[in-house]
């Protein structure tokens, strides 16, 4: 298991496929994100690892409902006293009254898509603050909820203003090795989907964090408004 370290006090978690994140500040821990719940133990490492524990996490902020990135939710929140936050729209998945939706999946993904849909949902826990209900979007960690929908209608991503400022993208964009800027996995080109990267190409970061790739450590929003030139 790998924590890097993406900007001061900013650190990516992940057992490789997907990626979770934590904002540590002088209030305490922001969790951007929570993997699948048999690996929320890596968190709980990565925390040790920085000098922190569940202890000192203050609050959840979930991109999206599919497993992967909120699965450990549940475990975190009974863990520490953290409050957690995510879009309405993703917040019945989230708390287990309907399933997570389904991605718009390009066809080549179909058979892989298909799996992922028959994989139970996150562990149900109560989602305790909206994320655009609060006053300017500004969220614990001094984060910002940036709309984003999509991949799931209330995919959420999150812009630090720290180091140049970071954006935590969840699944709405990945990054390939040569450091371009592409559609997540699952996600094919819609009108949504286009729209929320041409929303992430407004904003101005230096780095970039995805759900399910290596970050963008430099002119992250150039990469981005590159990509949205090109889309049709």
């Known amino acids: 298991m790998a924590v890097e370290s993406i900007a001061a006090g900013v650190y990516q978690v992940g057992p490789g496929f997907v990626n979770s994140f934590i904002v540590d500040g002088d209030e305490g821990v922001t969790l951007v994100d929570t993997l699948l719940p048999k690996n929320v133990d890596l968190i709980t490492a990565a925390l040790h690892e920085i000098g922190r524990s569940f202890d000192d996490a203050k609050a959840i902020l979930i991109t999206h409902s599919h497993a992967d990135h909120a699965g450990g939710a549940a475990a975190v929140k009974a863990r520490s ?5 995510a879009a309405q729209a993703d917040a019945p998945a989230i708390q287990g009254a309907e399933k997570p939706p389904a991605s718009p999946t390009p066809f080549y993904v179909k058979p892989l898509a298909w799996l992922m849909a028959a994989m139970p949902g996150p562990p149900p826990t109560d989602v305790d603050h909206f994320v655009f209900e609060t006053s300017g979007d500004q969220l614990p960690g001094d984060l910002r909820a940036i709309d984003t929908p999509g991949h799931t209608p209330g995919h959420t991503s999150y812009l630090l203003g720290r180091d140049g400022g970071v954006l935590f993208v969840g699944d709405a964009a990945r990054a390939t090795k040569r450091g371009e800027v592409i559609r997540g ?3 094919r ?4 989907i286009n729209g929320s990267l041409r929303h992430l190409a407004e904003l101005d970061f230096e780095k ?7 970050p963008l450590t430099t002119q992250a929003s150039s990469a981005f408004r590159r990509f949205a030139k090109s889309i049709s």
């Open 81 to 85: 006293n953290a409050v957690l936050y």
């Open 208 to 214: 970039a964090v995805f759900g399910h790739s290596a």
């Open 189 to 192: 080109s819609t009108p949504l």
């Open 185 to 187: 996995y699952f996600n």
